[in-house]
Nanobody, 118 residues
Framework: QVQLVESGGGLVQAGGSLRLSCAASGSIFAISVGSFRWYRQAPGKERELVAG???????NYADSVQGRFTISKDIAKRTVYLQMASLKSEDTAVYYCNLQMPRGTNYWGQGTQVTVSS
């Protein structure tokens, strides 16, 4: 079992930066072999994938955040980060941390609100 807790959300002006953290507790094996992803969901919209990092460190990004967001992880600290820069009003959403295991099990955090004011 793995528990995920996001933090770091808040209110920021357009053009600003925020760093989200996802603290994972539980099986260090699961944390090491799974792929972490950040999703977001804006009001009235479907949840969308923002960024992902595989167990081997390969990263991928949604086109809308490419070049502005950076996902990273520190397994020793059991923490995954999402560094967000040049924020836009359309980045406003609840951001969720996800851990997907190789056999398909998914773990989710409770989400953290990011609000970008224009």
């Amino acid at each position: 079992q793995v528990q995920l807790v996001e933090s770091g959300g808040g209110l920021v002006q357009a053009g600003g930066s925020l760093r989200l953290s996802c603290a994972a507790s539980g099986s260090i094996f699961a944390i090491s072999v799974g792929s972490f992803r950040w999703y977001r969901q804006a009001p009235g919209k479907e949840r969308e994938l923002v960024a992902g990092i595989s167990s081997g460190g390969t990263t991928n990004y949604a086109d809308s955040v490419q070049g502005r967001f950076t996902i990273s992880k520190d397994i020793a600290k059991r923490t995954v980060y999402l560094q967000m820069a040049s924020l836009k009003s359309e980045d406003t959403a609840v951001y969720y941390c996800n851990l997907q295991m190789p056999r398909g099990t998914n773990y989710w955090g409770q989400g953290t609100q990011v609000t970008v004011s224009s």
